[in-house]
């Protein structure tokens, strides 16, 4: 069993998934799963994670419900006692999963870890 489930949910996001999903691929932490879950897409996202398909979950929705419901989802699906949340316009660091269980290790009782994010829009952040 992963130490950790990432779940990506995605609605009509194809090239921006792939970026997110690399940057999961390319985390220095290796013990987790991957989970994405698409929330009805009607654009090429199955055609684009054609080669990824043995290395993640994939959850095909039907009807698009919204990103909380495609969480959910894949939290349904997950088999590692932690989550982590990858909005599909999104990409990590290649520490970002390995610093963050080094603080879990470090802190026992934590039942939540954030980190600081950033934001970029229109090119500024």
């Known amino acids: 069993m992963a130490s950790v489930s ?3 949910p995605t609605f009509n996001r194809s090239r921006k998934l792939m970026r997110a999903l ?3 691929m390319k985390q220095t ?3 987790h799963e991957i ?6 897409s009607n654009d090429d996202t199955y055609q684009a ?3 990824h398909m043995t290395m993640i979950q994939y959850v ?5 419900q919204g990103v909380s419901a495609a969480r959910n989802s894949g939290i349904r699906r ?3 006692p932690w989550i982590a949340f990858l909005d599909s316009d999104d990409y ?5 999963l390995s610093v963050q269980m080094q603080y879990i290790e470090r802190n026992p009782g934590a039942l939540i870890c954030q980190t600081e994010e950033i934001w970029i829009r229109d090119g500024r952040r």
């Not at 989970?35 to 009805?40: A, F, K, L, S, T």
């Not at 095909?60 to 698009?64: F, I, L, W």
């Not at 990590?92 to 970002?96: P, R």
């Open 92 to 96: 990590w660091l290649k520490d970002k």
């Open 29 to 31: 932490f290796r013990d």
């Open 35 to 40: 989970i994405v879950v698409d929330d009805g």
């Open 60 to 64: 095909r929705k039907q009807v698009n």
């Open 78 to 80: 997950a088999s590692a």
């Open 49 to 51: 994670l054609g080669s």
């Open 22 to 24: 690399h940057s999961v």
């Open 6 to 8: 990432v779940i990506i």
